[in-house]
């Protein structure tokens, strides 16, 4: 791997997009299948992915349909998040567009307040906010017993990073999303304007241990269609409904792609609908680095449509998939 130290840019030299080699065999769906059960046994202890932290904004309430549940959030005076159902508990108005006033909603149909301490038929649910992304405990569907605050993968420090949040709405299941990331083989081949010299270098066999359950790829993020920066990363599933891609070696070393698969509910064509929320949380260990959380601003919105571009082709994938065991299960 390159000396970060130096100039990460690599002159891409790459084969035609046709004459890539296949990785249809090293791609095992018996393989990938079995990744999927051993991420699906991993519990969330009840919390889903709701929002970016940069979603939920003081003065207005956030709301988004979470497990069949349409819920709302907002901050109080201080800053801090709480949750609750998405209906107002008079006559059934929507809260997600309810502004917010001393630290409590309030309805826009007859201006009832509703605060962080409830009222009776409605009462708030746990939340919490991790910096980057907002989480709901939903208890009801908490596999095992619900826990204080979210498992988190690996991340890099808060103060040396830059975050930026993007959504992706697919008609599919998590399941489907989540495959789609435990199948790094298809990289090269499905984002050719993304990835080049895209190598599994170890992926996890069928019955391996919790240790050796994740996967290490050496990639070449592409920059124009002449450069790149080589990096190796490595993907493991936190709990039952995330993935988490890591650089752990070249440039950006430490930064951190969280895909989070939140289910919706069915939209009006009997589908299911997946919210994919992913956190792209860059760091570098090169003293510039610094300033570029001086332009945030201007940088989260890029980070955010890179990440909705790649998704553009890996919705698709998952819908695909969904379709398929759909029609197997008829």
């Known amino acids: 791997m390159s000396d970060r130290r130096g100039n990460p840019l ?43 932290s940069r979603e939920v904004r003081d003065g207005a309430a956030f709301g988004r349909v979470v497990a069949g549940r349409e819920l709302v959030v907002w901050r109080d005076a201080d800053g801090a998040v709480h949750a609750g159902p998405g ?9 997600c567009d309810a502004p917010v006033h001393d630290g409590q909603l309030v309805c826009r149909w007859h201006g009832l307040s509703l605060g962080p301490g409830g009222r009776p038929g409605w009462r708030t649910l746990p939340a ?37 949040v993007a959504t992706v709405v697919g008609r599919c ?31 996890p066999t069928v019955t391996c241990t919790n240790a050796e ?27 039952e409904r995330t993935i988490t891609m890591e650089i752990v070696d070249g440039e950006g070393t430490g930064t951190v792609v969280e895909t989070h698969a939140t289910p919706m509910r069915p939209g009006s064509d009997g589908r299911p609908r997946t919210a994919v929320i992913e956190a792209v949380v860059a760091h ?7 300033h570029s959380r001086r332009v945030a601003a201007a ?15 890996d919705i698709a994938y998952a819908e695909r998939r969904y379709e398929l065991r759909s029609r197997s299960a008829r």
């Open 284 to 290: 570098s260990d090169r003293p510039g680095f610094v």
């Open 128 to 164: 919490h906010d991790d910096g980057v992304l907002v989480w709901v405990r939903l208890d009801e569907h908490a596999s095992g017993a619900p826990t204080d605050v979210p498992v988190l993968g690996p991340r890099p420090p808060a103060e040396r990073s830059l975050a930026a």
């Open 87 to 95: 209906a107002c508990p008079h006559l059934g108005a929507a809260l």
């Open 173 to 203: 299941e998590p399941d489907d999303v989540i495959a789609n990331r435990l199948d790094p083989w298809h990289g090269a081949w499905l984002h050719p304007y993304s990835f080049a010299a895209l190598e599994v270098l170890s992926a």
């Open 10 to 52: 690599r002159r891409l030299r790459r084969p035609a997009w046709a004459e890539q080699r296949p990785t249809w065999k090293d791609a095992k769906p018996a393989l990938i299948n079995a990744a999927l059960e051993r991420a699906r046994a991993r519990p969330a202890g009840g919390w889903f992915v709701l929002a970016g």
């Open 213 to 239: 359950d994740r996967f290490l790829v050496e990639v070449t993020f592409t920059l124009g269609g002449k450069l790149g920066v080589p990096v190796h990363a490595e993907f493991s599933c936190p709990d």
């Open 299 to 313: 940088l989260r919105p890029l980070m955010a449509l890179t990440a909705r571009r790649l998704w553009r082709d």
